[in-house]
């Protein structure tokens, strides 16, 4: 008999993992990317040039300082001048295993259980989890096709503000919105941070998405017109792969250093190797890699939208068209839980992800969900969403199907 370990677990644990049995054929959950565009040659190349000449560093912990390799924080620096339009230097710049890691340090700077946070109705699951564990209070803001409503998010502050609640942070994806992938026009984004002036509340920017644009042209980032209120970070994760676990935080120095001392606490630093190896590669590789990345994810998105309105026809009540990223978001009709969806998909070799784990208000999500089309080939994407659709089908009777659309579909 094994020893009693139950007892003695701490309160508030995650349900236990079950153990992994393998991806499923048709995958369309979390933020995978495209298995083809992963630069291995190129990686490789960039591994052996930096290992000669920088190898005998890995002795140390830290060996650029706390805030991680000089080299990738200055690739970020001037990568944020580009697009996003951040005037910062490197020492502006954090360097974090993944955007989640920055989205836990500044959650241990700004939060306390029972402070009150603001984020868009629909968001990003994971920041919403780690949320729900420290129990705090999240108050949900609509959305719209140009992302976060000024006019509620206005009413919003207002109500806290008469029951004595001051919001620690506005949480937003301002540019490819996790999951609706809207971008915010300027001068919404102009709005946004007059209200923050006005109600004393900051901004946490979350960027993950931001390079993946397909037009090319967005936005300044908040952090580009005001950084005395906001907090942004990104991710390597989107635009060269999820595995290296390489994100960014970039602050005031005021908040900055409080970041660095709780990442201190937490870990000995982020794996210096991949920092080296990345920032390398896409000192000279960046734009060429994103662009073909970015051609790719759009032609897959527009064979995921084909095979949706194929399968489900007007069985889908609204479907966000995103404006780059990976993650196509749709609402089934309100008598479609998909949360009973998720069992009989994942016996058909399905996954997806229900809406519920991106929504604020989870129940009210119940007939949403989100499609990732970025790891699975486009032969993949019309047989997944066709057995998707016949899964959908039988488990509820929608989208009504003809004899010879069964048929197929079997």
């Known amino acids: 008999m094994g020893f009693a370990y139950t007892n003695l677990f701490a309160r508030e644990l995650p349900a236990p993992a079950p153990r992994w049995t393998g991806f499923p054929k048709y995958n369309f959950i979390g933020g995978h990317n495209d298995p083809v565009h992963i630069p291995a040659e190129g990686l490789a190349a960039a591994a052996s040039a930096v290992l000669r000449r920088r190898g005998a560093d890995l002795a140390m912990y830290n060996f650029d300082g706390p805030q991680g390799y000089h080299g990738l924080r200055e690739f970020v620096a001037a990568k944020l001048a580009t697009g996003p339009g951040i005037s910062c230097a490197a020492d502006d710049v954090l360097i974090t295993s993944g955007s989640g890691q920055g989205i836990d340090l500044v959650n241990r700077v700004m939060l306390e259980r029972d402070d009150t946070v603001i984020l868009e109705e629909f968001t990003y699951g994971g920041a919403l989890t780690k949320l729900q564990r420290l129990g705090v209070k999240i108050v949900g803001a609509p959305l719209d096709e140009g992302g976060l409503r000024i006019d509620a998010l206005d009413r919003i502050l207002g109500d806290l503000a008469r029951k004595g609640a001051a919001p620690k942070y506005i949480y937003t994806i301002p540019t490819i919105q996790n999951p609706t992938g809207t971008i915010m026009p300027r001068e919404r984004r102009e709005q946004l941070l007059e209200l923050s002036r006005r109600h004393g509340v900051p901004i946490f920017e979350d960027e993950c998405y931001a390079d993946l644009v397909w037009a090319g042209d967005r936005p300044p980032a908040l952090f580009a017109l005001d950084p005395s209120r906001v907090v942004h970070i990104g991710s390597f994760s989107k635009t060269l792969s999820p595995a290296l676990r390489l994100g960014y935080a970039v602050a005031d120095w005021q908040v900055m250093s409080r970041l660095v001392g709780c990442k201190r606490e937490m870990d000995s630093g982020t794996g210096a190797l991949d920092q080296m190896i990345v920032a390398e590669y896409f000192t000279t590789q960046f734009d060429p890699h994103v662009d073909g990345l970015t051609r790719t994810l759009e032609d897959k998105l527009a064979t995921m939208v ?70 699975t080939s486009k032969e993949q994407i019309r047989e997944g969403v066709a057995a998707f659709a016949q899964v959908c089908f039988e488990e509820t009777g929608i989208p009504e199907r003809s004899d010879n659309v069964r048929r197929s579909a079997v």
């Open 306 to 375: 084909e095979a949706v309105e194929q399968q489900f026809g007007t069985a889908v009540e609204k479907m966000w068209r995103p404006k780059g990223g990976i993650f196509l978001w749709l609402k089934l009709p309100d008598a479609i839980d998909v949360r009973k969806l998720v069992e009989p998909a994942a016996k058909a070799g399905i996954a997806f992800n229900p809406g519920p784990e991106w929504a604020c208000d989870g129940p009210a999500a119940k007939s949403h969900l989100r499609l990732c089309f970025a790891l």
